[in-house]
């Protein structure tokens, strides 16, 4: 008894081997991206420096870069773990921009891309250090799993153990539902006695409108689907749809026990319709997606961190 359990202890370590073996590997340098732009007018600030944003979106793009020729796949930008401001640069100063990867989970990649305001002399300045995290995907934007990452030397090991504590340090989906939580809170301006009653109720609401989300066959190309299949998810969506109705109509009778209108209005400010807000939605929160945009209150979005499983 004891030999077949070792026996199949060591099948299982050669299955992992194995696993390992078979996914394809590659080193930091094989996506090492370097860009570089001229500071011109456009991309100042009203104190005529570079432009926060317009540093952004370089980093972002570069960030890409980097994922894609990592993943040989297309790439979304997930998060900005950090982004630091040493210095500033002023306009016709040549800025450099270098992307590389720091770690490699499943699907999951972290970008570090260092920025350097480079002299005629060639001499150059870092003026800002940022980690972007990258994810590959699929036609359907869902993830999948990327090339692993060879390490190699000191310098990248210290990189990639560092890059791994930023990654547990990263709040996870329950964390990110309490943030959302008590912001609402905030929002809508409680005592003790009535954010006691409110937050769990409002955690239940959420869940119950993360299950309206249509399943997603992810195996399932939009190429190969047949007509029923396209009017199937078409109907999907409109059952998600009234399903979510459903949950707002019924929440917000337990709401009702809970807050007064001004505070009930907050809590179910209507969506996004097609990425903009409908006129009276200030301060509706909007969460941006790559190339499109979504709202938490969506049950077919998919994309929202309330919304993720």
Not at 212 to 232: F, G, Y
Request: hydrophobic share 35%.
């Amino acid at each position: 008894m004891e030999r077949a359990i070792i026996a199949n202890r060591k099948h299982d370590k050669g299955e992992v081997r194995k696993e390992m073996s078979e996914r394809k590997m590659k080193r930091v340098e094989d996506s090492l991206t370097e860009q570089s732009h001229l500071l011109m007018p456009k991309c100042l600030n009203a104190a005529g420096y570079l432009f926060g944003g317009q540093l952004l979106a370089w980093i972002d793009e570069t960030a890409g870069i980097v994922a894609k020729r990592h993943a040989e796949m297309n790439v979304v930008t997930v998060a900005v773990d950090n982004m630091y401001f040493k210095a500033g640069a002023r306009v016709n100063d040549t800025i450099v921009l270098i992307g590389r990867l720091t770690h490699v989970g499943r699907s999951s990649m972290e970008v570090r891309i260092d920025t350097y305001c480079e002299a005629l002399d060639g001499t150059r300045t870092m003026i800002n250090r940022a980690y972007f995290i990258m994810v590959g995907t699929d036609e359907h934007q869902h993830p999948v799993e990327v090339p692993g990452l060879i390490i190699e030397g000191v310098t990248q090991q210290i990189e990639n153990e560092a890059a791994q504590k930023r990654a547990k340090q990263r709040p996870t989906p329950e964390q990110m539902m309490d943030r959302h939580v008590k912001m609402m809170e905030k929002k809508l301006v409680m005592d003790d006695a009535t954010a006691a009653k409110f937050t769990p109720l409002y955690k239940e609401y959420l869940q119950a409108m993360k299950d309206c989300r249509p399943a997603v066959n992810k195996e399932l190309k939009k190429a190969e689907m047949t007509d029923a299949e396209i009017e199937k998810a078409i109907q999907d969506r409109f059952d998600a749809r009234q399903k979510a109705l459903d949950v707002q109509k019924k929440y917000f009778k337990k709401f009702k026990e809970v807050l007064n209108a001004k505070q009930l209005e907050k809590v179910f400010q209507q969506p996004c319709i097609g990425g903009k807000m409908k006129p009276g939605m200030h301060g509706h929160k909007m969460m941006k997606h790559s190339d499109r945009q979504g709202c938490m209150n969506r049950p077919d979005c998919g994309k929202c961190p309330m919304q993720k499983n």
